[in-house]
């Protein structure tokens, strides 16, 4: 299973950390999507930004 992750808000002035894992999923500027596996790891990644973006089911 695969969930797709879209970022809806701005990484400008967020923090470093926050920033990081963004991008580590691939995300670099809004709109940006991608299809990640569903597991523990990416999970974790989500919840830490959360706030920046948005998670449908695949």
Known sequence: MSIKVTLVKSLNGR???HIATA???GL???DDS???PDNAATQGKVAQISY???VENV
């Open 52 to 54: 920046l973006v948005k």
């Open 34 to 36: 991608t299809i990640q």
């Open 28 to 30: 670099r500027k809004i």
């Open 23 to 25: 991008h580590s999923l």
């Open 15 to 17: 923090n470093d950390k």
